[in-house]
């Protein structure tokens, strides 16, 4: 018997491969990773197997801007606080990774 799986993203993501840093303070340190997806209400990341995550977690993640973008926008980087709802342990042991589903609280 398969599962399905029932989609329940309200925005559209876009692919987007860029690099981020964590901040989870239950370590209290920054992990760094990067962005598999991006859309307006949450994001994919993948983050080193030894992250201490799990799902029900807050963290900040942090966005760096190019220099270009930095002095139109001000910051060097957009930071987005956001809550952990799904932590992909299997499957990621190419690159020594786990993937993770977050949405950005408003």
């Known amino acids: 018997m398969e599962a399905t799986l029932v989609e329940q993203r309200k925005e559209a993501r876009s692919e987007l491969s860029w ?9 209290n340190r920054f992990f760094n990773g990067r962005s598999k997806n991006v859309s307006r209400g949450g994001a994919y990341l993948t983050l080193p197997m030894t992250t201490p995550i799990r799902p029900g977690h807050e963290v900040e993640i942090n966005f760096p801007r190019t220099p270009a973008l930095a002095r139109q926008k001000g910051q060097y980087a957009r930071i987005k606080g956001a809550k952990v709802l799904r932590v992909d342990r299997k499957g990621m042991l190419e690159g020594a990774c786990i993937g993770m589903a977050v949405q950005f609280c408003e």
């Open 19 to 27: 690099p981020v840093s964590v901040w989870v303070p239950e370590a």
